[in-house]
Structures are given as C-alpha cells and as structure tokens.
C-alpha cells in the first residue's frame, strides 16, 4: 500500500513538472452596471512571485477573489494543478491549497492573535476544549519560523495596522498553501517591515510556492517579482518577465499613457501662521511637539512606522487628545477634546485605516461622501441642502475621478483605491482650513496618485493648510514645503525643502 504521505509526494512532484500550477481562460465577472472581469487570461508557475498591475478598479482583486473561491466566474475556466476545477467556496479553495490575504484587513478585533489565525482549527484537549495553551505554542513557532515579534495572546484591537498585517500574513502562511494570494500586503507597513516581508515571499517561493503579489508600487514589483500581469479596465493587457521592461512600460501598460510628473507640487503663498502647536504631549506616546503651520503650507511628517505620527494627528484631531501643550489656531488658544471641536476649527483629518475610523461599509458612496459636511455645521439652521451638496459630490466624483457606477452604490463594493477617494472626497467637502492626511495616497494607482498630488497642491495654492504624513519619501520629498521627521515619539527635526533628502531624513528617522 502507498502511504498518504508517498501520493503527497508524488503529486507535489508533479505539480513541479507542470509549467503552471494556476491557468485562467476567458473569465468573465459583470457585477450590476460594472463589467468588472472581461475575457481574462492568467497563468501562475509554481515557484515563483507574480505581480498583478492595474488602475483601481481594474479587476486585479476581482480576479483574486474568484481564485480564492469568493466569488463564482459568470463564464470562462480554472486548472489548478493541471485539472479543471469549480471553487465553490472559500473553504474549497484554502483546502486545495490557495489561500489569500485581503486588501482590507479582516481580523477579529476582539479575540487574540493565537484565535485568529487557528479560527475554526483550534487544537482541542482531551474533553474536546480549546488548548490554548498549545493554540500559544503553535502560534509562537510559527512566528519564530517567520521572525515576526508579536505576543500570541495580545488581543488584535491592540495592535497597530502593520501588526494586524503580519498577523494575516503568518495566518495565511499556516495553511502551507500552495498558492499564496497577497492583495497590497505592504500597504500599511514601512520599509524595515517590507524588507521582512519580502524574506518570507522568498523563502516561500524557494519552498515551491506560488504566490501572486498585487501592488501599486513599482519598485517592489521589480524587486520581488519575477513576471507580472497588467489588467485594465477589466481586460487582460499581457504578461511579461521583470527584467524585461522599465517602469514607464509598466505605467504605458496600466494607463494606456504616459505620467510625466508624479509630484507637481506648485509654488503657493505661504501666509500667516494658522496652527500653533507648542509642547504637546501624550505621556507614553509622544513628547515635546511644538511646530507652527501657515497659510498655503504642506508640513511633510515623516517617520517610521510606530513613531507616533498618527498618533499626533490624532491629537490634533481631538480623537486621542494630547494631555500637555497647547494650540494656537489662528492666534487663539483652542481645546480640543473630540473630533467635533477640530471640525468647528475648520480642521479634518483622513485617517490611515480606510476600514476601522474610515468608511461606514453598509452606507452608500454619497452618504459616505456628505457624512463629515453634515455634522459640519453645514447644515443651516437644521435644513440640509441636500440637493447642493449631491452636486458637490457628484463634482468630486469627476474630478478624483471614483469608479462607481453611481453614487448610491454601497461603498463596500468600489475596489480599495475608489474607496480611498471617497474619503478624500468626503473632508474636502468640508472645506477644511487645515487639513491633516494621514498616508493619503496608500493604494492608490499611479495615475490618481498624480491627480491627488495635483489635488493636494491646489488645495495649498488656495490657502489650505496641509500636514501630510507619508511612508513614502519620495512623496514626502515631492509635495513638501518643510517636513517634519518623528522618532519613537519625539520630534527629531524640521527639514526645509531646499536641504531635505532622503538620507538626511532616514538619519533623522531612524536615529
Ligand atoms: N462586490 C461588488 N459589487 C459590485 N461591484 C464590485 C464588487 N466588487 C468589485 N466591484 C467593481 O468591480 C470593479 C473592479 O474592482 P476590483 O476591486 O477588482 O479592482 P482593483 O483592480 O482591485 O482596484 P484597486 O487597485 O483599487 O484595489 C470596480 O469597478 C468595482 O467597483
Ligand atoms: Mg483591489
């Protein structure tokens, strides 16, 4: 008799064989009034890192989904290991061995880290309750196994966004897929955490997984990937090795144009300081920050991540308000002890968690968009122009150009980056005085990226006051009048735009 184990072996090694682990034909996807996947071809080799590339909306997650199992193809055909299936469910999926990780994080805020990830699978004792003191252990070597540092017991709610991250990472790393499905894995995390993160893609595919990387970020596709497929406005545009093209081929593929100027930061006119901050502390958190802000200006907050930038944007925004220090908005001090003093100062903040303080998931597009000019005050004497302000929505739909097919569509249902402009859209409609965006361009295709930039820089022109806080330097450095560099809560430097670089501020940030 032939073990279980040998038949493993054997297959595995056929799988090896076999040119493509994953081959896609003529999948079709319509949602209502979107055709969202047309025709669409993909081939995935075992062994190997493949990049999926596209404008927001493009179809890349759609795709995804219907490999893991979410949703069924209207038309079209899956081989999975060189044999036609139908996945009918995730749970098939994970159990043929393809398991994903989403572009919204999708833990249990409630429970411990150890829970989420052996959901469902917990090890049991001998009366049939959950070991939790062997769910720890095992939760431990895993991360041993991929050098992630996190307590096994610390409840989710407490960990920061790029924690959360490693967490579904290890999580989907424990069902020893053979097809691994990241979708934006390094949007919430910084260099020191990618550079990580890019260690265990490598020791994954070295193991003969396959693993599909889906990114906006072209320097990562040419580090890690070793082909890459570009989608567009749910068509199949090609597929080609890495080595083989340049960054402007890639964005030629995506956008069907060229992007001249990523960062057209335009000259504004600085005036009178609008934003004083002086000694602001939240023992534990961050200490001593005093800056001035004006008219016209983009403070650039640079920092690792956990250095407590959100933290002081948070503070600022009356969400976790600071317990030393004052501001001064307009040369008079102001308290600020919840998000709606801040709105009374003409202050808005777009946070960097899309999904837990961003966007209410069962509203539509337009009450997402209205929510913050509702409790504005924009409301006069009770009465809400309804009309006007769907108007103004509808303006801002063209001009951050959302893909949706109308504005009562549920936001859950726009791809991760239209959801982001959503947001954007929603605080610029409260026509801030100062405005505070947290990693405003994270999961944003490089054709809006420039178009919210262009955004950003008018806005400035116009006399908003803008702080930015950005992992990405090259944004930093591009849009910036002076930035600001953060170390584990304390301010460690102002740049002026004519001195600032990246070095001098990886010196500052890093220390
Ligand atoms: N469940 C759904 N219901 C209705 N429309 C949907 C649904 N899921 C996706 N869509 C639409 O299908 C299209 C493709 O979306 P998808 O999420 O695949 O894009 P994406 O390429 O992943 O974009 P991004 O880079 O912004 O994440 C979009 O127009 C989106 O609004
Ligand atoms: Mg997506």
Redesign the pocket.
Known sequence: MVSTNTLEAVQRYKQKSLPYILEIEGIRKE??G?V?LDNVQFRLRPGSVHALM?E???????LMKIIAGIYKPDRGTIRFQGEEVTLTSPLDALERGIAMIH?ELALMDWMTVAENIWIRREPTNALGLIDHRKMTAMTQALFDQLSIRIDPTAEVSSLTVAQRQMVEIAKAVSHESDVLIMDEPTSAITETEVEHLFAIIRDLKARGVAIVYIT?KMNELFEIADEFSV?RD?KYVGTHASADVTRDDIIRMMVGREITDMFPKEEAEIGDVILSVENLSLPGTFHGITFDLRKGEILGLAGLVGSGRSNVAEALFGVTPATEGTIRIAGRDVSIGSPKDAMREGMALLTEDRKDTGCFLPLTVLENMQIAALQDGHVKMGCVDERGLTVLCKEMQDALRI??PNLDERIE??????QQKVLIARWLLTKPRILILDEPTR?I?VGAKAEIHRLISRLAQQGVAVIMISSELPEVLGMSDRIMVMHEGHMTGILDRSEANQVKIMELAAR
């Open positions: 949602f209502p979107v969202a596209g927001n909306g493009a179809g890349k997650s759609t572009q906006h989608f749910g893909k949706t249902n726009l791809s991760g980056g239209n999961g295709d």
